[in-house]
């Protein structure tokens, strides 16, 4: 099976002469900048001490990403503060997380008046997290352009298409994991909807939702292998090892709300015209934030 999905991605794959778009997890390169410094007890600050450390690391991210890939368009999307929907369908969703770095909190305005700037849109939706934002933007463009999506987040792999890739950050600059159908499969033998159900089986510590109790991701992946689906595996309880399928029957609620947790939602009440993405900064724009924000060697490093 996983020859011939590769036989047949092979003979459809062509050059693509389409416009690029660049999704950027706005939050995912933030905390990743932020803690890189702050764990060491380096935060960078303005004279006025005001911090700027996940600004720095952020545009580091970012920039080496948009020399690698070069796109032609990019947006940035953003969680916002409010409560999500998914938080309505499952109380303890997230709840484990601890509060937000008081140093970080300022840098949230600080790295959207960056991407102002560089005429990049900020993106967010009330009710809805940043994937959402980022899922709904990927389906609606993947059509006219090649989509490329910037993240730390495995959870963002259900979300690769014949013109959809998923750009994982890697420890280190300049370090990544990029992700079509073709080396989805390759690597995990899995395709982007059984990413979904994966997650549902063995839940998300980070997310706070459990899954089925007892099953880990080596119980979740091999059942998904075996039976393609969630659907599938159900269909086929009474071939299961009694302990597995005990553990499911017992938690089949939490299973389905798992999987409803773990799944993009594509369709986010968010509208962004591709020519707003148009990647043509203006120096006087770039320069003006990178003065005010005294980083001179963020101004070289972008050369414009």
């Known amino acids: 099976m996983l020859e011939e999905q590769l036989e047949e991605h092979a003979e459809t794959s062509q050059p693509s002469q389409l416009p690029r778009i660049l999704l950027v997890d706005g939050m995912a390169l933030l905390f990743r900048a932020y803690y890189a410094t702050a764990y060491g007890g380096s935060i960078r600050r303005m004279k006025d001490g005001t911090p700027t450390n996940a600004v720095y690391g952020f545009m580091r991210y970012f920039w080496d990403a948009v020399q690698t890939f070069e796109p032609t368009h990019i947006a940035c999307c953003w969680d916002l503060s409010s409560k999500t929907f998914r938080a309505e369908q499952y109380d303890q969703y997230k709840a484990n997380r601890a509060e937000c770095p008081e140093d970080l909190v300022p840098q949230f305005q600080l790295i959207r008046d960056v991407m102002d700037s560089f005429g990049i849109p900020n993106i967010s939706a009330e009710g809805y997290e940043a994937d959402d934002c980022i899922g709904t933007l990927a389906r609606l463009y ?29 420890k280190g600059h300049g370090n990544y994991a990029v992700y079509s159908p073709l080396t989805l499969m390759e690597e995990k033998q899995l395709t982007p909807e059984q990413i979904i159900d994966l997650k549902g089986l063995m839940g998300d510590t980070s997310d706070n939702y459990p899954g089925v109790r007892g099953i880990g991701e080596k119980t979740a992946h091999k059942l998904i292998q075996e039976y393609a689906s969630i659907e599938g595996i159900i269909d086929n309880l009474p071939s299961l090892a009694k302990g597995v399928r005990t553990k499911i029957e017992s938690d089949m609620d939490m299973l389905h709300l798992s999987r409803q947790l773990a799944r993009i939602e594509c369709d986010a009440p968010v509208v962004c015209d591709t020519e707003r993405c148009l990647f043509a900064p203006e120096r006087t724009a770039v320069h003006a934030v990178f003065e005010r924000l005294e980083m001179s060697s963020i101004v070289k490093l972008v050369g414009i």
């Open 142 to 170: 993947r059509d006219e352009m090649e989509v490329h999506i910037l993240t730390g987040d495995h959870d963002m792999l259900q979300l690769v298409h014949e013109r959809t890739t998923v750009i994982i950050m890697k």
